[in-house]
Structures are given as structure tokens and as C-alpha cells.
Nanobody, 118 residues
Framework: VQLQASGGGLVQAGDSLRLSCTAS?????MGWFRQAPGKEREFVAA????????VYAESVRGRFTISRDNAKNTVYLQMNSLQLEDTAVYYC???????????????WGQGTLVTVSS
């Protein structure tokens, strides 16, 4: 499975942005991780195949929403009220469970850069 992410860019604090990631085949759980400059990679959000289970990092809960369209093999990350601390390369992932665990994901996209300016 190959993952192609898109939607990153430069925005101002408080703005919104939507990331998309399309898989080349059927996937189970999907999600997003991010890595800010000089920091370790961290979990952002993930969703089960049925969309019945969605989990978020505490830092983005209430601002970010993850969703998916299985007919399109695509996962979305709607990011609202963006903050300077959200600046990072965002990686799309596909895999299994537990949803929050990095080792659950066998497939990783190339990353898309999100830059939030003041």
C-alpha cells in the first residue's frame, strides 16, 4: 500500500487547513503523526476502518477532526484553530491497532509540511 498525502501549506495562527491522504489499496486503521523541527515524532489522530473509533492526541482534541471515505481509500484531517505549535511535517499512516501506537502502522506516507505563522 502506498500513501499519498496532500494539503499542507503556510497558514496563519487561527486559520484552518485540511490534509488528505489517499491509499493505493484497502486499509484498516489510518491516521496521522507529525514531527516538528527538533522534536520527536508524535501521534496526532487515528480512525478505525468503520470510523466507529477515533482517537486524538490531547494537544489537538477539539481542534482537529479525522474522517475517512473508504470508497476513495482516503483519510482526512481537518485542522481548525491552528497554533504555532502545530507546525510540523504531517505523516499519513495505515495499519492496525492500537490506534495510538506508532508500531501499529506498517505504511507511511511521504509527509506534508504544515507551517503556522503568527
Amino acid at each position: 500500500v502506498q500513501l499519498q498525502a496532500s494539503g499542507g501549506g503556510l497558514v496563519q495562527a487561527g486559520d484552518s487547513l485540511r490534509l488528505s491522504c489517499t491509499a493505493s489499496g484497502r486499509t484498516f486503521s489510518m491516521g496521522w503523526f507529525r514531527q516538528a523541527p527538533g522534536k520527536e515524532r508524535e501521534f496526532v489522530a487515528a480512525i478505525s476502518r468503520s470510523s466507529s473509533n477515533r482517537v486524538y492526541a490531547e494537544s489537538v482534541r477539539g481542534r482537529f477532526t479525522i474522517s475517512r471515505d473508504n470508497a476513495k481509500n482516503t483519510v482526512y484531517l481537518q485542522m481548525n484553530s491552528l497554533q504555532l505549535e502545530d507546525t510540523a511535517v504531517y505523516y499519513c499512516v495505515a495499519g492496525g491497532v492500537p490506534l495510538q501506537r506508532e508500531s501499529s502502522y506498517s505504511y507511511w506516507g511521504q509527509g506534508t509540511l504544515v507551517t503556522v505563522s503568527s
